[in-house]
């Protein structure tokens, strides 16, 4: 298990992602705004068990892969 840090370096830290690292973003909309589909990085995350840390709360992907589904979210 490796902690990584998102700053804007997604395509980057795509290749580096380890199954159950842990991925540290400072917001969900700083980590959506690249050209990067969040969703997308979403599902990425969650096929490799991926935990993502937002300011000191670590989410496990059976948490996360339920935001896109919510109809309420904005950007």
Same mark, same amino acid.
């Given at each position: 298990?490796?902690? =990584?840090?998102? +700053? *804007?370096?997604?395509? +980057?830290?795509?290749?580096? #992602?380890? &199954? =159950?690292?842990?991925? +540290? ?8 705004? *690249? +050209?990067?589909?969040? &969703? &997308?990085? #979403? =599902?990425?995350?969650? &096929?490799?068990? !991926?935990? !993502?840390?937002?300011?000191?709360? =670590?989410?496990?992907? *059976?948490?996360? #892969? ?5 109809? *309420?979210?904005?950007?």
């Amino acid at each position: 298990m490796c902690v =990584r840090r998102y +700053e *804007d370096n997604w395509g +980057e830290l795509k290749g580096k #992602l380890m &199954e =159950r690292d842990v991925l +540290e973003v400072l917001s969900f909309s700083a980590f959506a705004q *690249d +050209e990067s589909d969040l &969703e &997308e990085k #979403l =599902r990425y995350c969650g &096929e490799k068990d !991926i935990h !993502i840390q937002v300011k000191d709360a =670590r989410i496990t992907p *059976d948490v996360y #892969l339920e935001f896109p589904k919510q109809k *309420d979210i904005k950007k």
